[in-house]
């Protein structure tokens, strides 16, 4: 019979207290960490969507229209040249990507509450990159224009976006129309805990958004050229609809959610890939992803209506 002191037994008994004691401040400590983000979004979220918010947006975008239609002018004139061959026309497509940034705002504070809206949001700002495209290439014939069979096939590609985004636009509406909002959840606080995961993606990508802007402004100053980053934003969204969609599986295998979940992932590469696709082919790839998105929300709402009866 082996004898074991038992002084050695209760350093032992409370070596082993000591470390459940550890673990559990240390999952304390990492919780607590977490809910102060989830309440910063919150507090975010909260003021995002108040009034005084939108009207201050909007007097940045006419700022920015303002500023550059100054300079439109003053290139114009040749009193100032901000670079070669500016004009007018850079002020609407300023005031877009100024825009643009506040929309990609819009669509980060949509993840946690609806992962389809927050896909729609996705198709809104296509929408309207296709059309700050189309006033860009606008921008090339302010002066004299012969109108011959050159000139007609240059104006195909801005047609080809112009048409495009009407298109995008008809195909996000309907896309919103269909949607039915159905919790995968088994229990409420199953939910609040999803939203809570959905809601720390959102604070991530936040900072990531403004890490890439602040690039941008760098490499503005150091390059004389800017070069907007959000290509790199919507590969950011792919890997971000891929983790909604596993970490969804702790609430649901069903085919149908599962399925669902996948063609909105598979939409975002197609966008992403429109972002860097030449004329006509950014617009097909466009209308792919939202043809694809709008069957599957309607085969989907069929299936749940079956379902339900």
């Known amino acids: 019979m082996i004898f074991v002191p038992e002084k050695t037994i209760q350093t032992f008994y409370f070596g082993r207290l000591n470390c459940k004691q550890i673990r559990f401040q240390n999952h304390a400590m990492i919780k607590k960490f977490f809910q102060i983000q989830i309440k910063a979004f919150d507090m975010l979220d909260e003021r995002w969507e108040s009034g005084p918010i ?52 819009g669509l980060i504070f949509l993840i946690p509450k609806s992962v389809a809206d927050a896909v729609g949001k996705q198709f809104e700002i296509i929408s309207l990159v296709l059309l700050r495209d189309a006033f860009k290439e606008f921008g ?47 229990s409420y606080e199953e939910q609040q805990k999803f939203i809570g995961i ?26 004389h050229q800017f070069i907007y980053s959000i290509k790199l934003f919507y590969t950011l969204l792919i890997f971000t609809d891929v983790f909604i969609l596993l970490f969804s599986l702790r609430y649901t295998t069903k085919y149908y959610n599962l399925f669902r979940y996948s063609s909105f992932a598979l939409a975002t590469i ?29 085969i989907y709402n069929k299936l749940l209506n079956k379902q339900e009866t």
């Open 140 to 186: 090339h014939y302010l002066g004299e224009v012969n109108w011959g069979v050159e000139f007609l096939l240059e104006l195909l590609p801005i047609i080809s976006d112009a048409f495009g985004a009407i298109l995008i636009f008809l195909i996000t509406g309907l896309f919103y129309r269909a949607q039915k909002h159905v919790r995968i959840t088994g």
């Open 270 to 298: 197609f966008l992403r890939l429109t972002l860097s696709a030449p004329a006509y082919f950014n617009v097909m790839l466009a209308v792919i992803a939202g043809l694809m998105v709008l069957g599957v929300t309607y």
């Open 54 to 105: 939108s009207k201050i947006i909007s007097n940045i975008v006419v700022a920015f229209f303002l500023a550059g239609l100054l300079l439109g002018v003053l290139a114009y004139l040749d009193i100032y040249q901000v670079s070669v061959g500016y004009s007018a026309f850079f002020a609407i497509e300023l005031a877009f990507n100024v825009l643009l940034i506040f929309e990609v705002l």
């Open 198 to 223: 959905k809601k720390l993606i959102s604070i991530y990508l936040t900072i990531s958004f403004i890490g890439l802007g602040v690039y941008d402004l760098v490499s503005a100053y150091q390059n």
